[in-house]
């Protein structure tokens, strides 16, 4: 029998082949929603959980210093950083899909489907893409790791941004005090503090492989440089 290690092999040889199609089928039934991981302080709507905690669309995600977490809700996976709050889409009908990032940092990747990420200083229009963000007092930083999304500014809706990426091109920062960056509201940022394998780990997860383009899976060794 197949583990999720053999599958995720299996899945990277296939995809360099053209067959990537064929994985979804292989690999949906291995989807197990719930915390995966835990690592120190992590509470769900306040409660303190373990691994293999459940976990439901609209909780409440909460991580103390040096907490981090590993979920999977529907066919999303997350993992959020320590000092975060996150308050997940809810899945009721007639409610849009809000993924609420109140402070912190996550990585997330999504199904297919129409989602808006509400940020302090941002919102984004997303659909089956893979994101990293940060929350801080004076900017909210944003990656869009690969697929395609709508930034707007909430300090002014007027500005916006659409992008379309395959492998990190177009991160941006959302300034808190745009006077101060020469009346830019959105800036183009570094790559910075996430890592392809993470993004490879959380797709394996619900069963995918990143859409990184055409090219095979690239597999960086360390992490990226920080701000």
């Known amino acids: 029998m197949f583990n999720r290690r053999t599958l995720l092999r299996f899945a990277l040889h296939v995809g360099a082949l053209g067959f990537a199609g064929f994985l979804p089928r292989a690999m949906a039934a291995m989807v197990r929603p719930g915390m995966h991981t835990v690592k120190g302080d992590v509470r769900v709507n306040g409660t303190p959980v373990v691994a293999g905690a459940a976990v439901k669309p609209g909780d409440k995600v909460t991580t103390g210093a040096g907490g981090q977490a590993v979920l999977v809700i529907d066919f999303n996976a997350y993992l959020v950083r320590d000092d975060s709050e996150i308050i997940f889409p809810d899945d009721e009908d007639g409610v849009e899909a809000v993924l609420r990032v109140v402070s912190g940092r996550i990585m997330s990747v999504f199904g297919p489907g129409p989602l808006r990420i509400d940020m302090p200083l941002a919102t984004i229009g997303i ?6 963000l940060e929350v801080y007092p004076e900017r909210n930083y944003v990656c869009l790791c690969y697929g395609r999304a709508v930034l707007k500014s909430k300090l002014e809706p007027r500005v916006r941004e659409a992008l ?11 300034h808190a005090d745009p006077k101060a960056r020469g009346t830019k509201f959105i800036e183009k940022a570094k790559m910075v503090n996430h890592k392809d394998t993470e993004l490879i780990m959380l797709e394996a997860l619900v ?10 899976i690239k597999m960086p060794e360390g992490s990226y440089g920080k701000n």
Do not use: L, S, V
């Open 164 to 174: 379309n990426t395959t492998h990190h091109e177009g991160p941006r920062n959302f």
């Open 207 to 216: 069963g995918r492989i990143p859409k990184f383009g055409d090219k095979p």
């Open 127 to 132: 659909r089956g893409t893979g994101i990293y």
